[in-house]
T-cell receptor, first 113, second 116 residues
Framework: GESVGLHLPTLSVQEGDNSIINCAYSNSASDYFIWYKQESGKGPQFIIDIRSNMDKRQGQRVTVLLNKTVKHLSLQIAATQPGDSAVYFC????????????FGKGTKLTVNP | DVKVTQSSRYLVKRTGEKVFLECVQDMDHENMFWYRQDPGLGLRLIYFSYDVKMKEKGDIPEGYSVSREKKERFSLILESASTNQTSMYLCASSPSRGRGGDETQYFGPGTRLLVL
């Protein structure tokens, strides 16, 4: 089975609230993680990435947290907007392995006005 | 900005037809990938290529072949389309780790293929 998974398949939030999307991974050798956003009918779009030597990385309105102890990754979106409605999925790469990514199945985020 | 383009957004084909899906990237990336995406199954890797004329099977290569004659172009071929190949097909590219690139893959807009 896949080594990258999700805690929740769907998430519904109110506009302006903060959103937290979670991802669990099982391979402790993974050293690079990416969050993608996929809007309906479009290809996945890179949001933010993090290497295993970090536990937090911030972008514009987004923060990725990495907890290597429990092999957990999360994406936090501040002040969620209707344009944030999409499927979000995480991906991992294994240190020293091939340059392929292993993808989670995704969480659908719905932002209610 | 990285740009990955796919030849068609929507395609309708008949069972048994030979289907070509084309992907072009403009960032001189070494690696290119073909995935299919189905509800509940996520992204599944069909084939990838790490150099011109090089290819490796992914997780679900059966029924597909690929061609990489030029660095910027990676083609997916369905030799004899079947209804279970109806899906969203996504192409991606990434720079080689050996060139100092990370493993981030950049995706095209996708081709939604319907096989009747």
């Amino acid at each position: 089975g896949e080594s990258v998974g999700l805690h929740l398949p769907t998430l519904s939030v109110q506009e302006g609230d903060n959103s937290i999307i979670n991802c669990a991974y099982s391979n402790s050798a993974s050293d690079y993680f990416i969050w993608y956003k996929q809007e309906s009918g479009k290809g996945p779009q890179f949001i933010i990435d993090i290497r295993s030597n970090m536990d937090k990385r911030q972008g514009q309105r987004v923060t990725v947290l990495l907890n290597k102890t429990v092999k957990h990754l999360s994406l936090q979106i501040a002040a969620t907007q209707p344009g944030d409605s999409a499927v979000y999925f995480c991906a991992e790469n294994i240190q020293g392995g091939s340059e392929k990514l292993v993808f989670g199945k995704g969480t659908k985020l719905t932002v209610n006005p | 900005d990285v740009k990955v383009t796919q030849s068609s957004r929507y395609l309708v084909k008949r069972t048994g037809e030979k289907v070509f899906l084309e992907c072009v990237q403009d960032m001189d990336h070494e690696n290119m990938f073909w995935y299919r995406q189905d509800p509940g199954l996520g992204l599944r890797l069909i084939y990838f290529s790490y150099d011109v004329k090089m290819k490796e099977k992914g997780d679900i290569p059966e029924g597909y072949s690929v061609s990489r004659e030029k660095k910027e172009r990676f083609s997916l071929i369905l030799e004899s389309a079947s209804t279970n190949q109806t899906s969203m097909y996504l192409c991606a590219s990434s720079p080689s780790r050996g060139r100092g690139g990370d493993e981030t893959q950049y995706f095209g807009p996708g081709t939604r293929l319907l096989v009747l």
